[in-house]
Every structure is written in C-alpha cells, then in structure tokens.
C-alpha cells in the first residue's frame, strides 16, 4: 500500500503548530472552551423563531402567566435610512424568577432542573445559553423573585472565553432593567415584581434585521408552535397578542377557523394509541409496541423503558376551503393556503408544543420491505390534508427529540406501528390524498371554434404570406374541395347570398382571409387530431376532445396562468402537421402518413397519456421531486 510520507509529515507538522499554541499549565478539559462555543452558535437552530422558542419555554416553565418579545432600535445616523435595525432583543416575564446562584448555574449548558421530570416543556438544560449564542454574543439577564428587594444581572458574553483553559460565568450582580426595557414596560403598563428579562445584546445572527419583519416572523411561529397553551399564558411580539394558528383548523378561535357546516375542516381520523417502550430481552434492540390491554403491561417488567400513548388527528379540507394564489394572499382562503404550504406532512406536538412538520415519508423499496408501511408521495394535493402527532416527554427516545427540540426522528417502529392493523395510517393518507385528487381535478373546459380567427391562425396566415405560398388542395383532393364548396355556396343562396356565384365568391374571400382554423370534435374511439380541407381551401386541424391529448395536454393549458399563449403555439404545431398531411400528392406516402397518425401516435399518445394522468395529478407549482421522497427511513432492512 503507497502512501505520501510528505503528505503525512505535513499534518503532524500542522498539528504540532496547534499543540504548541497551548499553555504550558494546561489540564485538558473535556471541552476548550473558545472553539467549543464557536461551533456550538453556528448549530442547531434554524432561524430566529426557533432559537426565540427555547427562551418561551423557560418562561412557561417558570409559571409566567406574560411573556412578550420586544426590540431596542438602533438610533438613525447620518446618512443612514433605516431606523428599524433590530439592536437587542428582549424576552420578559412574569414567572417565578430566580436565585443569584440559580441565574448563574442557567447559563451555563447542562444547568436543566427538569431533567427527571416527564411533565414539562425543558428537560435538558440547553436552552438558555444554546439559543442565545445562536443569535448573539452576549447574553444578558435579569431577575426577581416575589420576595426580593433588588433585581440580579447575570451575564454570558461569548467574546471573553479564553481560548483555552476553563470558563466560568461570572459572578451575578445588582442592575436595573436597560432603559429600552424599562420604557416598554412603562408604556404597556407593567410591573417587574418577579420574573426574568432575557436581553440579546446587538444580536448578530438574527434572520431578520427589521423590526417590523422580526416581529411577522415571530408572530408567525409562536402562534403555530404554542397554539395550544395560548389559553393558558399570554404572549406578545412588540406589543400585539400572539394569536392561535391550527394548521389542522379545528380549533374554535384560532385564525382562519370556519366551522365545519360552513364549509370548515373536517376531522376524518381521531385514535389514542397506548404504547410501550421496551429493550428487547434476547437482542436488546429497543421497540415501540401497541398495548391492547393495560393486563400486558407489567409494571416490574425492568425492560419496559416508557408507557405512555400517541394521539393522531387526520383532517381533510374540502375544495374551496384552502386556495392558492400566486402573489399576495387576498382571502383567508388564500391564508390557510400560506399556512398549510409551510406545515405540509405530518405535525409533532410534544407536551402541546409543536416540534416540528416532516413532509418525508418512509416510501422507498427497502422500507416497504421492512415493513414500515407503503405512504403517499407528498405532492400538491397533500395541502390540502393534514395529520398530527401528539405524545409526551416520557416517549422523547421513541421520537429523538433532541436537546434544542427542533426535530423529530422516529425509531422506525413507530411507523410500523402506524402502518399497521387496526390502523394502516398510512393506507388511510393515501386514500384521503386521492380523494383530494378526484374532488380537485375539475372538468376539463369545453372549447369551440371562435367566428373571428384566432392568435394562432393569423400566425399561420401571415407565415404563408412570407413564404409567398397560396394554399392548394393536390389534385386528388381538389375536386373533394370543389364539390364541398359549391354544396356550402347553394346553401347560402337566399340567406347571405343573392347566388351560387356570389357565395363561392365570398367564400373564397374567406379563406384568404382565414386560410387555418381549428376546431373540435367528439369520438371516443377516433385518432388525436384530424386534419380536413374546407371549402375556400382552409386547412383545418380537429382536436378530438375525447381522446387523453386533450384532457391531459391541451385542456390543462387553459387552466394555466399565461395558458392561452401556450394553447396557441400548439395550435400552430397542430396546423403544421395538418398542413404537411394535406399536401401530399402522391397517395401512397399520403396513406403511409394516415397510418402514422392513427394506427403509430393517436394508440401511443392515448396509453402514454392515460398513465401520466393516473401517476402525476399534483399541482406543478407545488410538486417535490420523487427523488428526494425516496430516501430510506429503514437501517436493517434488505437492500
């Protein structure tokens, strides 16, 4: 085996020059400090609202009845045209607030006090220092229990750790609120008796550097992520109350509700399932099985790691209920829409606060195979159906939730569980995806042939006209045009015209003026398209409407924005090959070329088509990659 001794020597060099840079009394701490922490802000959080979240759960924990989420401003400077810079951001509330030992010990990772406890929001002791770095600096905050006389500061500020050696917060100090806190709370007449302020210092990370767009973005997600304990507390973003948003909207209240008899959401599924966590006594694999009876639990059992039940809602949206709209959301149909594009898939809830929305299902081959269920493909009919999870803290393992419960990662027995009987949610899911589907799909639009030409026909016109052609019938088929002409020509004798010369005048008139036309024919049995001479030597292209060309194809065109454009540039390639069939004179190549039409592309267009529609009946727009759905859930099964 070949190596490069250069390469090697290089990067034992490189490290050398690292080892060198360490102090001479250094004790090798499980963690330095400076690069510890700089990767540690760079992680886990996605934006602002979910780093925002952790310090509304501390609140919530703490009992606080009020929390509001505020911003200082920077001041305008010369030359500077937005005053709207977010320069701190601010967390009030009026929980139990804290000890001076306490406030120090929560800003340091790991200080939890819920750590043992099952019941609550916080378990892991991250949330306070996680989340601040992860948006700021320096991270100040401020305290009060009922009975204390004076409010504590304790401060993290990330730009004194050293770069090696141990850390430790200081030590916690007597402060008044910043003065931007004290005239909020002033201006929205409250009080500091007990409770904490959590203050981000010139926050650096912020999704959001406006205030007014921080705010929507917190408003947003706080009503969606606390929709069910707004009862219970009261929540603010720069002064205006966070309201409930249920992306299943069944909740009386929350926005966007409409009741069921008026058109509302509707609950399709509702089950409790009773689970049990447990190590397995032969393999020690930990599963997730359903509990028929509470007589199969045994409470002695040491291998029974959690007990604990999952609660599932599916909910379907009738048509009309939730509506797209490109640009600007116009109705609360429209709204609902917004919601529903951001929480498409399954909603976790844990201890009634969402964790998160995982549109990918397990749906690939190998999960099949093991047995993990057979779910939808979640494409553009899936907004328009919701499922939710509901479970609490005892089941964390079953569904990974991690130390800034931002994700949900089942073990793959909770969708063996759901895939299975009596409940087969997943076979549920794909039936609601195709009633969607057929309720959706609206009748095909009727088209006719118009009196004055069309966009398309003008186009083939003129483009004769460039060319200097005149168009002519090949002999074979001049004298067809002829007879048809003179049998239209007598017909308008008497009603348009005085006689048969007259008419076949204008007739002619006509077709130099419309030398193309399409029109539209029914024949379930008949080619795609037919191309026919008229009288006055039109070339006509006959779209049948009962073949898949035009509901899978043409039709849909119309239901586009911009459409007609598009409609029109294939009735010009419709014209062309009608053209092209018509003018050929020599009757053996004219059948060759019949054939081709009816018996060669009209059979292949029809089966080619009848599959497209059957497999593909999502909305362009919103369609996701069938690549990206087929990532596998499964780790034991066969490949």
Same mark, same amino acid.
């Given at each position: 085996?070949?190596?490069d ?8 060099? +490189?490290?050398?020059?690292? !080892?060198?840079? !360490?102090p ?6 499980l ?11 760079? @992680?886990?959080?996605?934006?602002? $609202? ?5 310090i ?15 911003f200082?401003?920077?001041?305008r400077?010369?030359?500077k045209?937005?005053g ?15 000890s001076?030992?306490m406030v +120090?010990?929560?800003l ?7 750590? #043992? ?16 770095i ?6 100040e ?20 750790v050293? @770069? ?17 806190v ?22 650096d %990370? ?6 007014s767009?921080? &705010?929507?973005?917190?408003l947003?997600?706080?009503g ?12 603010? /973003?720069g ?15 929350? +926005?966007?509700?409409?009741? &069921?008899? &008026?058109?509302?959401?509707i609950?399709?599924? $509702? ?8 190590q397995?006594?032969?393999t ?7 509990v ?6 045994d ?12 609660e ?9 209920? $939730?509506?797209?709209?490109k640009g ?16 498409r ?16 299902f397990?749906?690939?081959? %190998?999960?099949? $195979?093991a047995?993990?269920? #057979? ?7 899936a ?12 089941? #964390?393992?079953?569904?990974g939730?991690a130390?800034?419960?931002?994700t ?7 969708w063996?569980?759901l895939?299975?009987?009596p ?38 016109? !003129?483009?004769d ?13 001049k004298?067809k ?26 007739? &002619? ?18 080619a795609f ?10 070339? /006509? ?13 043409y039709?849909?065109l ?6 007609s454009?598009? +409609?029109?540039a ?11 069939? !018509? ?11 019949e ?6 592309w ?25 690549g ?12």
């Amino acid at each position: 085996m070949s190596f490069d001794a250069e390469a090697l020597d290089a990067e034992v060099a +490189r490290q050398e020059k690292y !080892l060198a840079q !360490l102090p001479g009394n250094f004790d090798f701490p499980l963690f330095n400090s400076k690069h510890a922490i700089e990767s540690q802000r760079r @992680s886990g959080y996605r934006n602002t $609202s979910s780093a925002a979240r952790e310090i509304v759960d501390n609140a919530i924990e703490a009992k606080a009845s009020q929390i509001d989420v505020f911003f200082d401003q920077a001041k305008r400077g010369k030359g500077k045209k937005d005053g709207e810079a977010v320069s701190s951001v601010a967390f009030f509330d009026n929980g139990s607030g804290m000890s001076p030992k306490m406030v +120090r010990y929560a800003l340091s990772w790991g200080a939890g006090t819920h750590f #043992d406890e099952l019941g609550t929001i916080g378990k892991f002791g991250f949330g306070l220092p996680n989340a601040s770095i992860n948006q700021t600096r320096r991270v100040e905050v401020y305290t009060k229990r009922r009975h204390d006389d004076v409010i504590t500061k304790a401060w993290l500020d990330i730009n004194n750790v050293q @770069s090696h050696g141990l850390t430790h917060i200081e030590e916690p100090v007597t402060a008044e609120l910043p003065d931007f806190v004290q005239r909020y709370l002033k201006d929205n007449k409250l009080t500091f008796e007990h409770g904490t302020v959590v203050v981000w210092v010139t926050p650096d %990370r912020l999704s959001y550097r406006k205030a007014s767009t921080l &705010k929507e973005h917190l408003l947003d997600d706080f009503g969606v992520v606390y929709r069910y304990m707004l009862g219970d507390v009261t929540l603010k /973003v720069g002064g205006k109350q966070v309201e409930p948003v249920d992306p299943l909207f069944l909740t009386p209240g929350a +926005r966007y509700y409409l009741p &069921k008899d &008026k058109g509302g959401a509707i609950e399709v599924y $509702s089950q409790m399932i009773p689970v049990r966590y447990y190590q397995d006594e032969e393999t020690g694999g930990l599963h997730l099985a359903y509990v028929e009876k509470a007589s199969e639990l045994d409470p002695e059992n040491e291998r029974t790691l959690a007990v604990g039940a999952i609660e599932v809602r599916i909910v379907r949206f009738p048509p009309g209920f $939730s509506v797209h709209k490109k640009g600007k959301a116009e109705s609360d149909a429209n709204r609902r829409f917004e919601i529903r594009k951001a929480r498409r898939g399954m909603s976790f809830v844990r201890h009634d606060r969402e964790i998160e929305t995982v549109d990918v299902f397990p749906r690939s081959m %190998r999960d099949v $195979s093991a047995g993990l269920g #057979d779910w939808p493909l979640l494409q553009g009919y899936a907004y328009h159906w919701g499922i939710e999870v509901k479970f609490n803290p005892q089941l #964390d393992e079953v569904f990974g939730i991690a130390n800034d419960k931002q994700t949900v990662r089942p073990i793959e027995d909770f969708w063996r569980l759901l895939a299975s009987e009596p409940f087969e949610i997943d076979a549920l899911l794909k039936a609601e995806n195709n009633w969607q589907s057929k309720q959706r799909r609206a009748a095909d639009p009727v088209v006719e042939t118009t009196e004055e030409p069309s966009p398309a026909e003008n186009a083939a016109a !003129l483009a004769d006209r460039i060319e200097g052609e005149i168009n002519e019938p090949p002999k074979k088929d001049k004298e067809k045009v002829e007879k048809a002409t003179e049998e239209e020509a007598n017909k308008r004798v008497g009603v348009t015209a005085g006689t048969v010369e007259e008419a076949k005048q204008a007739i &002619k008139k006509q077709g130099q003026r419309r030398g193309y036309k399409i029109e539209y024919f029914d024949d379930s049995h008949g080619a795609f398209f037919e191309p026919e001479w008229q009288p006055g030597n039109v070339v /006509v292209a006959k779209v049948n409407r009962q073949h898949p060309f035009y509901s899978a194809f043409y039709a849909p065109l119309l239901k586009l924005e911009g459409g007609s454009r598009a +409609r029109y540039a294939l009735d010009i390639v419709l014209l062309a090959l009608a053209k092209g069939e !018509l003018r050929i004179d020599d009757p053996v190549t004219k059948l060759w070329n019949e054939n081709l039409r009816k018996k060669q592309w009209t059979p292949f267009l029809s089966n080619a088509l009848k599959v497209f529609e059957q497999t593909t009946h999502a909305d362009d727009s919103h369609e996701e990659s069938q690549g990206d759905q087929e990532q596998s859930f499964a780790t034991d099964a066969p490949a």
